[in-house]
Nanobody, 123 residues
Framework: QVELVESGGGLVQAGGSLRLSCAAA????????MGWFRQAPGKEREFVAA????????YYAGSVKGRFTISRDNAKNTVYLQMSSLKPEDTAVYYC????????????????WGQGTQVTVSS
């Protein structure tokens, strides 16, 4: 059981950067694999990045490779998404999610979700 709260979203100009944070409340955060997903208006939720429990393995959607970096600090019960070279098409509500057993790119395999944080990238 883990409760997730995202923060760090906001409005940024194209080419700028933001760092999203996902803070976990509850025990055994380090047992969970974590993912970031996003959903724009009128579009389905899509995978962005994922990281295994130890931080030793990371995965990215092709659209964000080279621009976004997922990381975690288990001592702080927090997972991060560093976003650079932002584009207007990155505009979406960003969600963090947690699951046990293995890291995944599939939203339906995640057990716990935060409420999301809005990222808006202006042209």
């Amino acid at each position: 059981q883990v409760e997730l709260v995202e923060s760090g979203g906001g409005l940024v100009q194209a080419g700028g950067s933001l760092r999203l944070s996902c803070a976990a409340a509850g025990r055994t955060f380090s047992n969970y694999h974590m993912g970031w997903f996003r959903q724009a208006p009128g579009k389905e939720r899509e995978f962005v990045a994922a990281i295994n429990w130890s931080g030793g393995s990371t995965y990215y959607a092709g659209s964000v490779k080279g621009r976004f970096t997922i990381s975690r600090d288990n001592a702080k019960n927090t997972v991060y998404l560093q976003m650079s070279s932002l584009k207007p098409e990155d505009t979406a509500v960003y969600y963090c999610a947690a699951r046990e057993f293995s890291v995944s790119r599939l939203d339906y395999e995640y057990d716990y979700w935060g409420q999301g944080t809005q990222v808006t990238v202006s042209s």
